[in-house]
T-cell receptor, first 111, second 113 residues
Framework: SQQGEEDPQALSIQEGENATMNCSYK?????LQWYRQNSGRGLVHLIL?????REKHSGRLRVTLDTSKKSSSLLITASRAADTASYFC???????????FGTGTRLTIIP | NAGVTQTPKFQVLKTGQSMTLQCAQD?????MSWYRQDPGMGLRLIHY???????DQGEVPNGYNVSRSTTEDFPLRLLSAAPSQTSVYFC????????????FGPGTRLTVT
């Protein structure tokens, strides 16, 4: 399977702290995307980073991509209770139209 | 816009029964896909379509059929349900390709007994 892997599997932090989650993949990619899933809901797109980009910001989110290590990280700064959710990375391999998701990180923000 | 809609929200089937999970989008998106989500496995791609009349297999296509006769609709058919198909199924769409952000439906929770 070319499914990506994320770590940690679960993360609990205090409100206001920063949360970092990591994603690894095995192939050459076109882009990498991050999604959030609240309990019992569908996934919501957060941010997309292309293979020729190294860092991208969106509000309190910062994503990095290291194609030499085949890894990406998502940083959420100044966390809020509403950030409690599962976070998934998804990568798109060159040459096909199949988006491959990681196994996810379950983030809990403690008020 | 309603976005991506899925019906039903919940379904219980007996082993061997067949059914169709419905997915529709009103955003004129070319790319549509089906995923299943199982605990600890993330999302796995079942089938996808890059436009009306064109479908292809994903990572776990066995036991499922799809067709894409219109841009709006992308139904997923379970031919003969098995307990291993108990899962949450998500439909997604994007404007043109998988390289764009995906818009997900709310999911269908399927139990096969």
């Amino acid at each position: 399977s070319q499914q990506g892997e994320e770590d940690p599997q679960a993360l609990s932090i205090q409100e206001g702290e920063n949360a970092t989650m990591n994603c690894s993949y095995k192939t050459s990619i076109n882009n990498l995307q991050w999604y959030r899933q609240n309990s019992g809901r569908g996934l919501v797109h957060l941010i997309l980073i292309r293979s020729n980009e190294r860092e991208k910001h969106s509000g309190r989110l910062r994503v990095t991509l290291d194609t030499s290590k085949k890894s990406s990280s998502l940083l959420i700064t100044a966390s809020r209770a509403a950030d409690t959710a599962s976070y998934f990375c998804a990568h798109l391999n060159f040459g096909n139209e199949k988006l491959t998701f990681g196994t996810g990180t379950r983030l809990t923000i403690i008020p | 816009n309603a976005g991506v809609t899925q019906t039903p929200k919940f379904q219980v089937l007996k082993t061997g029964q067949s059914m169709t999970l419905q997915c529709a989008q009103d955003m004129n998106h070319e790319y549509m896909s089906w995923y299943r989500q199982d605990p600890g496995m993330g999302l796995r791609l079942i089938h996808y379509s890059v436009g009306a009349g064109i479908t292809d297999q994903g990572e776990v296509p066995n036991g499922y059929n799809v067709s894409r006769s219109t841009t709006e609709d992308f139904p997923l058919r379970l031919l003969s349900a098995a307990p291993s198909q108990t899962s949450v199924y998500f439909c997604a769409s994007s404007p043109r390709q998988a390289s764009y952000e995906q818009y997900f439906g709310p999911g269908t929770r399927l139990t096969v007994t």
